[in-house]
Every structure is written in C-alpha cells, then in structure tokens.
C-alpha cells in the first residue's frame, strides 16, 4: 500500500499512471495549519473536479516565511497526517517553497483549484492583490500562471466566509481577552 504522505517523486510516478489510465489529477495547495469546515467543504469540492486530489502542503519553513512567527500553530507532519486522514485527499506532498509553482510545474496537474479569495485576474497572474467591490482583496495565486502555460485548467471554488484559521485564531484570542493585533 502506498502512504498517502508522499514525495513529489513518487507522486510523479503515480499521476503518471493515473493519466495512463484516463484519470484526472487535481491539485491544491496551503498551509492547513488549523483544519476547519471551510477547508473540509473546500477539499471535498476540489476532489469532485477529478479523480485524484493532491493536496501541496507548505512546509513549517514555508508558513513561517509567508505568516511569521509564531505560525505555524501545528506542524507539517501533523497537518499532513490531518490532510491525508480525510477521505477526499488522495495524496499529500510537502514543500519547502513559499508558493507552489515549482511543485505545480513538475507535477501538472490536470486541475488546478484555489478557494473564493483568490482571483484568475483574466491570466494575469502575478503575486499580488485586486481591489474588489466592499473592499476585499483577492489574492492572485503565482501558481496558475504555471497551469495555463501548459494548458491545464483552474478552478475558483466558492469561499467559505467566515470559516479561515486567521477567524479561528482571533476568536480564540478575543475569547481569551487577549488582542489580535
């Protein structure tokens, strides 16, 4: 039996047989440092995209460049063990980069699929932000630049509002009596 805590190498080898036998690969990829609803609604959508879901897991590294100290709340091994517990994660691969374009480039996922507060942007996929309507900002994911250069297909699923660990944190602080700053 193969683990579904994996390499990007074996995880090569097995999207490899999987497209030989017609099968979709679908990819995500984040940090998952507090599992929540709005991450199970999300896994569970993506992975009805296709016929196997990967899910790219940022490394302890990886979170601590991108949040900053003290993140992240759980470690990778642990986050990895929660993902791959869940029955619409097929695999997980960790990775030590801040983004997952190299993780996507090798893989190429047939599907591509990021949440509701992130934008296509019309292909112009650069590491940054749009201005949207109420003041949101959606955030632009580098990784489907990758995907559309080699014509693969992203997906935006719905966001899940109020359902994020930054939410989690800060109700448990405020519960607490403690700042969020």
Known sequence: ???????????????????????????TNGCFELLHVGHIRYLQAARALGDCLVVGLNSDSSVRTIKGPPRPLVPEMERAELLAALGCVDYVVIFEEPTAE????????????????????NGQQQAASEEQPGGTRLKIAPEMRVVQEYGGQVVILPYSSGHSTTYLIENILQSYGRPTT
Do not use: E, H
């Open 1 to 27: 039996m193969i683990k579904k805590v994996t390499t990007l190498n074996t995880m090569l080898t097995i999207a490899a047989d999987l497209r030989q036998r017609g099968q979709r690969v679908v990819f």
């Open 102 to 121: 190299a993780l996507v480039a090798a893989l190429k996922p047939d599907v591509y699929v990021k949440g509701g507060d992130y934008t296509a942007a």
